[in-house]
């Protein structure tokens, strides 16, 4: 979930739009989490991350062409769009593989850290300042992170050590996002479904035998995961461009919300109590991080207005 943070002024009715993009997005975001965790059951993590890469490539062909290809693979820095692809792309796998042993509401509790761990690297990596109200907020957002693993002997299991790492991952190809900004979104789109492709695309050549069958009912779930996804961030990115950041970011946490009430309509997920104060205590440090960092800017951006 890339953020946007330049303060920009926006008509009051275009606000509301981009509020209801935002909640439609995280809603679609948290269908897709669903849809994942279904079928995963079924097919391996390759297996899916292939199918889902290659329906929204094809959706996406005709904005691709709209573009242009020289300007989709002719970029500064390609290494860093491929850092960011192949971080994508571990993050995801990640995810649905975290969400195959574990309930989505402890699933995404890691993956909304991912802000914090930004803004703890961003000093040593972007040579962002932070001040000791922000390294507050990052310490207590550690121990909810802490606290919703419960650490033990029996908590550190494979799916939440893969969980950390793929929130982990998330974080560094956030940050990577900052240093690409100037990057139009499609060509970024694209980079990241291709390292995704290319990334799922070695798992089946490394384990053939993982390749189920799949009838057209498969096919066309498969198909509509990838959909449902890329739909998630077309929304969430048209809403950071209605609404200033401030407005609807926030709203990026509904999508606790959904994973507790589908994962508890869908397949009986009842979230631990610690995962539930791990939550509010990553929740809390985030709003607090993300607002602060807005409060920071504000003055930044009234002298370049004056000047």
Same mark, same amino acid.
């Given at each position: 979930? #890339?953020?946007?943070?330049?303060?920009?002024?926006h008509p009051a009715n275009a606000a509301r739009t981009g509020v209801l993009f935002?909640?439609?997005?995280?809603?679609? /975001?948290?269908?897709?989490?669903? %849809?994942?965790?279904?079928?995963?059951?079924?097919?391996?993590?390759?297996?899916?991350?292939?199918?889902?890469?290659?329906?929204?490539? $094809?959706?996406?062909?005709?904005?691709?062409?709209? *573009? !242009?290809?020289?300007?989709?693979?002719?970029?500064?820095? @390609?290494?860093?769009?491929?850092?960011?692809?192949?971080?994508?792309?571990?993050?995801?796998?990640?995810?649905?593989?975290?969400?195959?042993?574990?309930?989505?509401?402890?699933?995404?509790?890691?993956?909304?850290?991912?802000?914090?761990?930004?803004?703890?690297?961003?000093? /040593?990596?972007?040579?962002?300042?932070?001040?000791?109200?922000?390294?507050?907020?990052?310490?207590?957002?550690?121990?909810?992170?802490?606290?919703? &693993?419960?650490?033990?002997?029996?908590?550190?299991? %494979?799916?939440?050590?893969?969980? *950390?790492?793929?929130?982990?991952?998330?974080?560094?190809?956030?940050?990577?996002?900052? #240093?690409?900004?100037?990057?139009?979104? #499609?060509?970024?789109?694209?980079?990241?479904?291709?390292?995704?492709?290319?990334?799922?695309?070695?798992?089946?050549?490394?384990? @053939?035998?993982?390749?189920? @069958? %799949?009838?057209?009912?498969?096919?066309?779930?498969?198909?509509?995961?990838?959909?449902?996804? %890329?739909?998630?961030?077309? =929304?969430?990115?048209?809403? =950071?461009?209605?609404?200033?950041?401030?407005?609807?970011?926030? &709203?990026?946490? #509904?999508?606790?919300?959904?994973?507790?009430?589908? !994962?508890?309509?869908?397949?009986?997920?009842?979230?631990?109590?610690? $995962?539930?104060?791990?939550?509010?205590?990553? $929740?809390?440090?985030?709003? /607090?991080?993300?607002?602060?960092?807005?409060?920071?800017?504000? @003055?930044?951006?009234?002298?370049?207005? $004056?000047?």
């Amino acid at each position: 979930m #890339t953020i946007q943070t330049a303060p920009i002024v926006h008509p009051a009715n275009a606000a509301r739009t981009g509020v209801l993009f935002m909640l439609l997005g995280m809603l679609m /975001f948290s269908l897709n989490d669903v %849809m994942g965790k279904w079928l995963v059951s079924t097919y391996s993590v390759s297996q899916l991350m292939t199918i889902r890469s290659i329906a929204a490539l $094809v959706v996406l062909v005709p904005f691709f062409i709209k *573009l !242009g290809w020289r300007s989709l693979f002719i970029v500064d820095r @390609p290494w860093l769009h491929a850092l960011r692809a192949f971080l994508f792309a571990i993050e995801a796998s990640a995810f649905y593989f975290a969400v195959a042993y574990m309930p989505l509401a402890d699933a995404m509790t890691y993956w909304l850290a991912a802000p914090i761990y930004v803004a703890a690297a961003s000093p /040593f990596l972007l040579g962002e300042k932070v001040g000791w109200r922000r390294w507050t907020a990052i310490l207590i957002g550690f121990a909810g992170v802490l606290v919703a &693993l419960e650490p033990s002997a029996q908590s550190f299991s %494979m799916p939440a050590l893969i969980a *950390l790492a793929g929130s982990a991952c998330f974080a560094f190809a956030l940050l990577l996002g900052r #240093t690409l900004r100037s990057t139009p979104d #499609t060509t970024l789109i694209l980079w990241q479904l291709t390292g995704a492709l290319i990334f799922s695309l070695a798992g089946v050549a490394a384990n @053939p035998a993982g390749w189920a @069958p %799949m009838d057209l009912r498969g096919v066309l779930c498969l198909c509509l995961l990838g959909i449902v996804a %890329m739909l998630a961030h077309v =929304l969430v990115s048209r809403s =950071l461009k209605l609404a200033d950041a401030a407005t609807v970011v926030p &709203l990026q946490y #509904t999508l606790l919300f959904w994973a507790v009430v589908f !994962g508890w309509i869908f397949f009986g997920d009842t979230p631990r109590w610690t $995962v539930v104060a791990g939550a509010v205590l990553i $929740v809390a440090s985030g709003l /607090f991080i993300f607002f602060r960092e807005q409060q920071l800017k504000k @003055p930044r951006s009234e002298v370049t207005e $004056v000047v």
